[in-house]
C-alpha cells in the first residue's frame, strides 16, 4: 500500500508487521529490523518489543480469576469489576444503600425498600418507588377535582393502561 503524506509529497508503505506508515524510502530497512525486533499483537491490534512478548502475553491476556469466581484475560479484569462482577458495591435506586450486586435482589425483598411510597409533586398521588418510571412517563397527570389520590388509583390506571 503506498499514499501521499498530507505535508510533503513522500510516499508511505504501511507496514505489515507494526502496521505503521512508513517511508517508501526507508521501508525495506524498517521491514527487515521490524521484523526481527518487534511483535504485532492479535487481541491488541498494537506492536511491541519481542523481547517483551511473554510478559505482554502474561501481564494483559494472562488468565486471571476474580474474587466472584468468573475467570477473565487480565485487561478485562478492571472493567469487570466496575460492571459485571457480583460482589461489587451498587447503590439501590431506591433508598441509596450500598449493597453487593449480588445481594441487591435480596435487599429489595427483605427491605421492602421498592415499595416505600412518595408523593408526586405533580398530580399529588402516592407512588410506589419501583412504580416511578411508568408512572411519570405513562400515567402522571395534572391534578384532577374529586379524583380520588393513592396506590389504589395508580394500580386500577396501570391495568387499564395494560388492557388498552
Not at 49 to 61: M, P
Amino acid at each position: 500500500l503506498s499514499r501521499s503524506a498530507s505535508s510533503d509529497s513522500r510516499e508511505f508503505k504501511v507496514c505489515e508487521n507494526c502496521r505503521n506508515p512508513i517511508p517508501s524510502e526507508s521501508f525495506d530497512l524498517h521491514s527487515l529490523s521490524c521484523f526481527r525486533l518487534n511483535f504485532f499483537c492479535q487481541l491488541c491490534c498494537a506492536a511491541f518489543q519481542k523481547r517483551f512478548e511473554k510478559e505482554h502475553a502474561e501481564e494483559v491476556h494472562g488468565e486471571v480469576v476474580c474474587p466472584c469466581g468468573e475467570s477473565m484475560e487480565r485487561r478485562f479484569l478492571r472493567l469487570h469489576k466496575n460492571t459485571t462482577c457480583l460482589r461489587r458495591t451498587v447503590q439501590c435506586e431506591f433508598c441509596e444503600l450500598s449493597v453487593r450486586a449480588s445481594e441487591l435482589g435480596e435487599h429489595r425483598r427483605t427491605t421492602g425498600c421498592d415499595t416505600r411510597t412518595y408523593e408526586c409533586s405533580n398530580c399529588s398521588r402516592r407512588i410506589m418507588f419501583r412504580d416511578r418510571d411508568l408512572h411519570d412517563n405513562t400515567l402522571c397527570a395534572e391534578p384532577v377535582e374529586g379524583v380520588p389520590r393513592g396506590e389504589e388509583d395508580l394500580q386500577a390506571a396501570l391495568v387499564a393502561s395494560l388492557m388498552a
